[in-house]
């Protein structure tokens, strides 16, 4: 039994390497990162927050129009990747730093846009909240809050199985929150709760994901 349970450990482990942000996710993504500052409406000069940043290949699109973009992300590891990115792609108008999403590090009305892209899912349901009410304080009135993750719910399409059996490798708690998600109705659901209006929305890859523009009033 030992055995078998060290196999499945090793075999988990190389699906999640395969399945990695950097040489996978973010490629499959990429539509969706230069798509999201068009549908923002970011124009130059403007200050963006990416909340829970990975990588940073969407904070990384935003800067190529010509914003002023910070990410940040509690993973030293995906903070680390994104310097280095900014790094060869010789950009001066984007930085990266650690932070924890439910305790921004900014100043109050600091941000024209806060956005979020895959991750709320992976939160517990208070700390969505949190975050949000975060996002929030520190963008100014006015200014708007974009948010990418998966709609609910999700479509009868076989693409739909490989995201659950995704999430499923990520782990117990990752999963845990992934189903709350679907259950709470998503991000639609979540925008309600946290008395956002929204602006205006997209569907993308054929229906598996949501981008909503909402408000700060």
Known sequence: MLTFLIFVSIIIDVIMFILSYATVIDPLL???RI???EFSGMKAGDRVLDVCCGTGDQAIHYARKNVTVIGVDSSPDMIKSAAGSKRRQG???VSFQIADALHLPFRDSFFDYASISLA???KERTARNIIISEMKRVVRKGGALIFTDFQVPLPRRPITYLV??????AGGDHF???KDYIAQGGVTEILKINQLGEEKRDYLKNGLMVIIKASNT
């Open 30 to 32: 990429h539509d969706i």
């Open 35 to 37: 798509y999201a500052p």
């Open 91 to 93: 950009l001066s108008n």
């Open 120 to 122: 709320l899912h992976e």
């Open 164 to 169: 659950k059996a995704i999430e499923f490798i």
């Open 176 to 178: 845990r929150c992934f």
